[in-house]
């Protein structure tokens, strides 16, 4: 019996991995504009269309910066991540190109303090699941990522290898969401976290307040932690005409 070959990948994938592989060689530098579409539309035999999928999806990812009627460029690098979404730190990563991996400081039960039961709406002192990981972009620390987790909801969340696999996506998996409050900040991180996130000197951080259900439970809370100078959040919204 022969072996089944396996599927082709899709066109607007090869052209996706193309760019970033040209990102990662440097061939494609921070700034520097990349092929227009109809060159890119010619090189990999495809139609406009498909390569605008594939420029498009790396410009959502913050990847590349689109310019009407100059062109595009790849973006400096600064980590961006789409504020009223809630999207998978290490695909983020992985879309700009670059190298992920998590360390976990501990993950923990623990009982609520007053504030993480008011977030979650449980009883101070009931047993709550803890978690800290700091997310690292090819070896740079990016993310603080301090969660609470109602273990009534996700029983199961200690037992996970968070190194291969994050909170965020395990939760997406097993507890599907439905609703995200956000809350952003500016603030100046304390000593531990200056250190957590190998900053030279305190400087201005970007702290996301996050809370999240499914259905009618709710699941998680959390507070995420940037450095000012290696991150920012975008958002962007589509009004219909009326």
Not at 29 to 48: T, Y
Not at 49 to 55: C, E, H, L, Q, S
Not at 101 to 113: D, I, K, M, T
Request: net charge neutral; proline share 7%.
């Amino acid at each position: 019996m022969s072996t089944p070959k396996p599927a082709a990948k899709p066109h607007f994938l090869r052209i996706r991995d193309y760019i970033l592989d040209g990102i990662k060689q440097r061939t494609f530098a921070p700034g520097a504009k990349i092929p227009p579409e109809v060159e890119l539309a010619r090189q990999f035999g495809v139609s406009r269309m498909t390569v605008n999928k594939a420029i498009r999806d790396l410009a959502e990812a913050g990847v590349l910066l689109r310019y009407a009627g100059d062109g595009t460029y790849v973006a400096e690098r600064k980590a961006e991540s789409p504020l009223l979404d809630v999207n998978n730190i290490a695909e983020e990563v992985a879309l700009r190109g670059h190298a992920y991996c998590a360390q976990v400081l501990f993950a923990r039960a623990e009982p609520a303090s007053e504030e993480v039961a008011l977030r979650l709406g449980m009883a101070a002192g009931a047993a709550v699941f803890h978690s800290l990981i700091v997310h690292h972009e090819d070896d740079s620390p990016i993310q603080i990522e301090d969660r609470y987790v109602n273990p009534q909801w996700a029983p199961d969340y200690l037992a996970q290898a968070f190194e291969q696999e994050t909170p965020n996506a395990y939760l997406m998996r097993t507890c599907p969401l439905t609703d995200v409050e956000h809350t952003v900040e500016a603030v100046l991180p304390g000593a531990d976290e200056q250190q957590l996130l190998a900053l030279a000197q305190p400087e201005p951080c970007l702290r996301v307040l996050r809370r999240t259900w499914s259905g009618k439970h709710l699941v998680s809370f959390a507070r995420l932690l940037h450095p000012g100078s290696k991150y920012k959040l975008r958002s962007q919204t589509r009004v219909r005409k009326t």
